[in-house]
């Protein structure tokens, strides 16, 4: 079983930046594929964010490449979404999510701990 809990979610400032972190527990850290995952209010999930279990290889959504940037630390066993020129659109909330898997993993069906989510506002 794994335990994951996001914090750094807040109101923000269109233009304006936050970090987001996850932090896990009760697995190796270092066996997990992480990602992350933004829900707005009455859209479906949509992935944001992934990072490979050695920190080597990530991948980002369209919507959010050159803006965010997912990094992780396999020895304070978390992951960091760095989120920068935040947008109106970007409101949402956020989770992280871990599966035991060497590959970037970009699907919802393929991850299989979540966290409970952050709330992100952005304001215009």
């Known amino acids: 079983q794994v335990q994951l809990v996001e914090s750094g979610g807040g109101l923000v400032q269109a233009g304006g930046s936050l970090t987001l972190s996850c932090a896990a527990s009760g697995r190796t850290f270092s066996s997990l594929a992480m990602g992350w995952f933004r829900q707005a209010p009455g859209k479906e999930r949509e992935f944001v964010a992934a990072i490979n279990r050695s920190g080597g290889s990530t991948y980002y959504a369209d919507s959010v490449k050159g803006r965010f940037t997912i990094s992780r630390d396999n020895v304070k066993n978390t992951v960091v979404l760095q989120m920068n020129s935040l947008k109106p659109g970007d409101k949402a909330v956020y989770s992280c999510?871990?599966?035991?898997?060497?590959?970037?993993?970009?699907?919802?069906?393929?991850?299989?701990?979540w966290g409970q989510g952050t709330q992100v506002t952005v304001s215009s």
């Open positions: 999510a871990a599966s035991s898997s060497s590959y970037v993993l970009i699907l919802e069906k393929q991850y299989r701990y």
